[in-house]
């Protein structure tokens, strides 16, 4: 068996459920696979996740699912800002 992850994608649109859905987060504490399902994670990838990450249990309060959906959403934006595009000159050599 595979160890999978999330995308991003589906990260994000879970830790936003998890932050505001108070019947999503039901769900999602006795059925972490079917709520996935319902976020839209492929089957091959919720079937390949580690069992821990699907076992029932019980969610951490809300705020900290906000907190964690800026944190992810704000690491993109951040690496974005640090990323140096190339600079790309030609050498047409000297004219005499």
Known sequence: MADSSLSREHSLALLQK???DDDFRS???QKPAAALAELGVPHE???NLKASC???ATLA???RF???HQELSNAAA???LMMVIPNAQLDMGSKR
């Open 45 to 47: 990838t919720i079937i």
């Open 27 to 29: 769900r999602f504490e």
């Open 78 to 80: 951040e690496n974005c």
């Open 61 to 63: 309060d809300k705020p």
């Open 66 to 68: 906000i907190q964690a």
């Open 54 to 56: 699907l076992a029932p």
């Open 18 to 20: 998890l932050a505001t």
